[in-house]
Structures are given as structure tokens and as C-alpha cells.
């Protein structure tokens, strides 16, 4: 919380002083207007560009939350960023192993999070969400041009919340410092950001009776009356990243436009930490222990990545076409052998380079059309032979409405994760040799302004992988018990057959003069391989809501109800051990219980507010079944206070 105060002093106070207050802005905004937000540009990972935008719209509303999107596909746990679950296919492809880790990566910022900024005046963002029982976070963030062709910008988010169950405590940190720099001549270019970031949660391990959860019953309205599984358990995730991106134009041009050369590299390093000081905890995972006193289980995880590339582009800037060779080093695993028995020998870690090869383009036929493709493929190394092919095109029809379409093949290894895992406790301990994975993701959208939204998408995974339940190997003495929540050791298990999925998704905002009335539902159906990959068939949500503008237009005001709702469906259960989810021996069904909420939003110039009661009906129904996982309830009814405040200097 120091860091985060010191933060936005800084912020507010300082930085505003610097040199561009005396730079005419007009000097290189040329033609736009002073009062135009698009003055104030924002450029994602792959350099496409949007506006600082200070409208008050539903979308807004449903991206205030931790992560900063929306998050219809997941839901959450009990306490603000304590976990969630996946309630879509989420699963990524990496021609490198990522760490693995999924759940503690939620709240993780990747390079593709990072945002430069291109601003006439010094910009300030601060969003704000109250939590749970002395819990909020805030995420701020300032921008500046020192002059037309400088900008930096720093960020930071921060989260505390306690929460209302024992051992739910979540304290996490992400700071980033970015900069974008284009030279006078516009020959060379520049992206690069740094960020550390901090991760903490209290693992509680869920509660230990559901049945006390959903039969409402009295003497349990003070959450901190359940007891929980574990007691004493936390985990860890750190990390830090540089990054850069830069490119030169060469003096070398023909008809078509001008030949460049690009250089992109990370350095990236993390670490993962499970511990816990209780000896009975063992019997919650069903494994005997090294050590009967501390468990303290700590991952080291490190990625290397360059790539070089040459290519042309045309005079806007906007279609190019660019072939390049990369070379990546990666260090996972522990600081010693680990001997588990004679016959079961742990290896230190998992590491070594993969050197590939890539090519990337993207071709605007018209002013309407653009295609884009992009290629890589290792061609030796310790990760050799995975590739990933991905296509796309894109048509706007009227400058009103969008049609588009992607292909992606992938051939890729597991995460890191499933290869190898040292741990305390005994039946953790495990080497693997994996196969690759190979996907096929097809995904063709309309958007509409004027009509609707709407996708179709088709997923076929093979090899998919997965964690499993394992033997529990423990010797449970007189006076002691399994819980009956608790969780089996885990092993990795590749799927001999095909996961098929097909999912059709559709949004709609229908206006009736002031009332309005915004659907998104997305229906799911696995073909094939639903034992074990699990979804609910049907993810919707629902707001009926009144719009308006008060006081000659100072004021413009949304307020109406939601209902978020999916499906009954077998959930997968989560293990704190390894941040992960795994298929449990028993049937654990979630899902099937309306979650209303009833918001108020304003805005008063830059000035957004966010009021909203949570899962209004919980005082209501009388039973509750709102589990965001087995054995991990959701959020009861609250009142949750936020806002977005940007200020222009």
C-alpha cells in the first residue's frame, strides 16, 4: 500500500511537470480538433490504434473488475482475486512451453497487456473497485510526451482484500513502465516496456461441509464461521519482464514502399511458491511428506526470446510482409535432483534453445478488405518441430458493420507443469515425456452497431492435456481422517482422442428510447472428448436498463438489473499445490443458480461512477448453490463502489 500511495503521488504531483507543457501539441496534431479525444492515441501489442475513451457505456461497466475485461467466460471466487474458472475453451498454444501455473495467471500482465500512448498533454487513469471486507484495488496509470516523438508511461495496480472466509487473503502488485519513441526522420521506431509483478494468495483449500453452505443455515451467515480445508497455505507468484521492439527503415525502397529490419526480444523470469507449516494438511492432499514440519515448494521458471526480421511495408504503413529466424533459451525446474524412492528419481530441471523460423504479413486490398497470416516453425532445438499457422481476413461492409474469419494450426508442446513438478509432499514428484499437442481453431464473426454480434467457432484438440486424479498414498492413524473435500494427488494424462467443440456466441444491445435492454449468451456443445474437457452449455447475460442524460447534458446516468447465469455442468476441481484444475474421481456439479445484480453508473465529464449490489438474490433464495468451483462458494450479496477517473493536464 506504501508502494501504491508513493505511486500516485508521484503521478499526480510530479510527473505532470515535465517539458511537454511547453510544446505547442498542435505541433504535431496537425488538423485535429483541440477539443478531439483523438488527440490521445493508445497502441496495442501489434501497433493497431485507439483513442482514450471517456464514454459511459455498458461495456465499461462490465470491465471494471480485477482483470480489466469482461469476464462472461469466468467465474469468480468468494474474494476479489483469489481465482476463477474457466466457463469457455481458453486454452492457448505457445511454440515454446509457457511455465504452466494457469490460474495464478489470471491477474498476470503479458506482453500483449502492455499499452503505449502517443498523447498531446499528460494523461492520468485511476480505477478504483471496493471489495471485501477491507479490500479494494486501484490501477493507475500516467502517460506523457516529453516531446512529439518520446512518450513513456507508468502504471500500477494494486490489490488487498481479506475476504470473508478464513484464509482467503489476497495482496497482489503489477507495475509497469513502458515507452515509444519515433524518430523525426520516422526511420526508426521503438516499443519497450519492464514490469514486476507480485501475486500473493492465502490457499484455504474450499470449505469443508457444502451441505452447511447450502442449506443456509444460521449459525453460518458469518462466513468466517465454516472451517476451511487447509490452514496456513499460501502461494506466490513472481515475476519480471523486459521487452523491445524496434525497427529501422532502410534506404532502400521500390515502387510498392520501403524495406525494414526488426528486432523484438524479452527477458522474462518467474517464480511459483506453495507453502504451508501444517503437518495435518497432509491428509487434505492425500500424500505423505518429506518433511512433516514446513512445506515450501518453489519453481523457477525462465524464458529467452530474440527475433530478427526483414521486410517491407508499404508508404501507410498499414500491409507488410516480413520473414525472420528467432532463437529462444529456457531454464524450468528446481535448484537439486530429488530422490523420491530408489526407483523414482526426480531431475533437477528442464532446459535448453530452440532456434525458428517465422513469417508475418498483412495486406489492406481497398479500403474495406485486409487479409493477414502468420508462420513459425522450429526447425532445431530442444522444442523442434512444433508450428503454428494462423490466417485471417476481415471485411467492414458501409463502414457500419464487420465480417471476419481465422484459421489456426497449431503443433505445440505442453506447459512446463506437466513435465515435471518437485513438491513436499511425496506423490507430487513427478518426470514426464510428453507428446505434442495439435489444434485446429476455425472462428468466422459478424459485428453490427446497427444489428448484432455473433461468432461461430470450432475447436479439434488432440493430444489434449490434462491433470488426473491419482492413488491417494497415505496411512491415515487412529484419530485422523481423509476430508471428504479433499484432493487426490495428480498425474498428467494425454487424451487418445479428439476434443471437438463448437461454440456460437451472440450479443445484442436493443435501444427503446431511454430503456435499453443488452444480451450476450454464448452456447456451447463438446462433440467429442466431454469427459475431459467440461463446459456448461449455455453462458448468458442479461441487463435491462434506463439511459439518460440530465441537466442540460451534465449528467448522464445508467442504471437497470442483470442476471448472469450458466448452466449445471461437472466441473473440475482445483488443487492449491499446483495452482492448477484436475479431473476429480467424483461427479462435482456447479452452475445452475442466477446471479442478479442491480447497478447504478454516472458520468460527469471524466468522471465515471459505479455503484452496484451483488447477487442480489442471495437473501432471497433459499438455497445456495453458487459454487464458482467445487467446494469454493461465489460472492454472497455485497455492495461494490467504483469508478474511473481520467485527467487531462
Known amino acids: 500500500m506504501k508502494k501504491l500511495i508513493a505511486l500516485i503521488s508521484l503521478i499526480l504531483f510530479v510527473l505532470p511537470t515535465f517539458s511537454q507543457s511547453t510544446i505547442d501539441p498542435l505541433d504535431w496534431y496537425k488538423g485535429v480538433s483541440k477539443d478531439s479525444i483523438k488527440r490521445y492515441k493508445i497502441y496495442n501489442y501489434v501497433s493497431d490504434s485507439s483513442y482514450v475513451d471517456t464514454n459511459l457505456a455498458l461495456k465499461k461497466y462490465f470491465k471494471l473488475k480485477l482483470l480489466r475485461k469482461d469476464d462472461l467466460a469466468l467465474v469468480t471466487f468468494a474474494n476479489q482475486g483469489e481465482n476463477f474458472n474457466w466457463l469457455t475453451y481458453q486454452e492457448g498454444a505457445s ?36 471489495g471485501y471486507n477491507k479490500g479494494q484495488f486501484l490501477d493507475a496509470i500516467f502517460s506523457t510526451n516529453v516531446n512529439p516523438y518520446l512518450n513513456f508511461s507508468l502504471g500500477y495496480k494494486g490489490l488487498r482484500s481479506v475476504g470473508r472466509y478464513h484464509s482467503s487473503l489476497t495482496s497482489q502488485g503489477n507495475f509497469q513502465a513502458a515507452l515509444h519513441y519515433r ?70 525502397s521500390i515502387k510498392s514502399g520501403d524495406f525494414f529490419i526488426q528486432h523484438t526480444g524479452s527477458y522474462e523470469t518467474k517464480f511459483f511458491q506453495y ?66 524412492t530408489d526407483n523414482k528419481i526426480i531431475p533437477a530441471n528442464i532446459n535448453g534453445n530452440t532456434a525458428n523460423i517465422k513469417a508475418e504479413g498483412r495486406l489492406f486490398i481497398l479500403q474495406n478488405l485486409s487479409l493477414g497470416a502468420r508462420a513459425s516453425y522450429n526447425i532445431d532445438g530442444k522444442f523442434s518441430d512444433a508450428f503454428d499457422l494462423i490466417t485471417s481476413a476481415k471485411l467492414r461492409i458501409n463502414n457500419k458493420h464487420e465480417l471476419g474469419a481465422s484459421l489456426g494450426l497449431y503443433s505445440y508442446y505442453p506447459e512446463m507443469q506437466f513435465w515435471l513438478y518437485q513438491s513436499n509432499y511425496k506423490s507430487y514428484n513427478y518426470f514426464n515425456k510428453l507428446d505434442k499437442q495439435y489444434k485446429l481453431d ?24 490434462f491433470f488426473d486424479s491419482d492413488d491417494i498414498n497415505i496411512s491415515v492413524p487412529d484419530g485422523k481422517s481423509i476430508p471428504d473435500n479433499n484432493v487426490t494427488p495428480v498425474k498428467t494424462v494425454q487424451y487418445g482422442k479428439d476434443v471437438n467443440i463448437v461454440e456460437i456466441g451472440l450479443h445484442k444491445n436493443f435501444r427503446f428510447g431511454v430503456f435499453g435492454f ?26 435491462i436498463y434506463y439511459s439518460d442524460e440530465w441537466f442540460r447534458h451534465a449528467l448522464i446516468i445508467q442504471t ?3 442476471v448472469k447465469y450458466f448452466t449445471e455442468f461437472s466441473s473440475f476441481q482445483y488443487n492449491p499445490i499446483n495452482g492448477m484444475y484436475f479431473r476429480p474421481n467424483e461427479d462435482l ?40 468451483a467445487p467446494h469454493y462458494p461465489g460472492s454472497d450479496f455485497a455492495f461494490r463502489f467504483g469508478f474511473v477517473w481520467n485527467f487531462f493536464t
Open 275 to 340: 507453502t504451508d507449516n501444517i503437518a495435518d494438511n497432509k491428509y487434505f492432499f492425500g500424500s505423505e511428506v518429506f518433511d512433516d514440519k514446513i512445506t515450501n515448494d518453489s519453481t523457477n521458471y525462465r524464458n529467452i526470446q530474440n527475433d530478427v526480421y526483414i521486410g517491407i511495408k508499404d508508404r501507410k504503413g498499414k500491409s507488410y510482409l516480413k520473414f525472420g529466424a528467432g532463437y529462444n533459451n529456457q531454464l524450468y525446474g528446481y535448484d537439486t535432483i530429488k530422490v523420491v
Open 95 to 130: 511454440m515454446t512451453p509457457e511455465m504452466g501455473f494457469r490460474t495464478k495467471h489470471f491477474n498476470y500482465l503479458t506482453q500483449n497487456d502492455i499499452k503505449y500512448y502517443d498523447v498531446a498533454t499528460p494523461i492520468t487513469e485511476l480505477a478504483y473497485r471496493s
Open 518 to 543: 443488452d444480451t450476450n449468451t454464448i452456447f456451447q456443445k463438446v462433440l467429442s472428448g466431454e469427459e475431459v474437457f467440461r463446459s456448461p452449455q449455455i453462458v448468458t447475460r442479461n441487463n
Open 183 to 252: 524518430s523525426k526522420s520516422k526511420k526508426y521506431y521503438l516499443r519497450t516496456h519492464f514490469t514486476f509483478q507480485d501475486l500473493s494468495n492465502e490457499e484455504s483449500g474450499g470449505i469443508e461441509n457444502d451441505s452447511l453452505f447450502t442449506s443456509n443455515s444460521e449459525n453460518y451467515t458469518t462466513r468466517t464461521a465454516f472451517n476451511m480445508n487447509l490452514v496456513g497455505a499460501k502461494t506466490m507468484l513472481k515475476g519480471k519482464r523486459f521487452y523491445i521492439d524496434h525497427r529501422y527503415n532502410l534506404p532502400i
Open 560 to 562: 437497470g438489473i442483470g
Open 589 to 628: 456439479k456447479i452452475g445452475n443458480y442466477p446471479i442478479f445484480n442491480l447497478f447504478l453508473n454516472a458520468r460527469i465529464r471524466t468522471f465515471r461512477i459505479y455503484l452496484e449490489l451483488e447477487n442480489l438474490a442471495q437473501p432471497i433464495f433459499s438455497d445456495y448453490n453458487y459454487f464458482s
Open 442 to 465: 476455425f472462428k468466422l464473426y459478424f459485428k453490427s452497431d446497427k444489428w448484432f454480434d455473433s461468432h461461430v467457432r470450432y475447436i479439434n484438440h488432440k493430444n489434449y492435456t
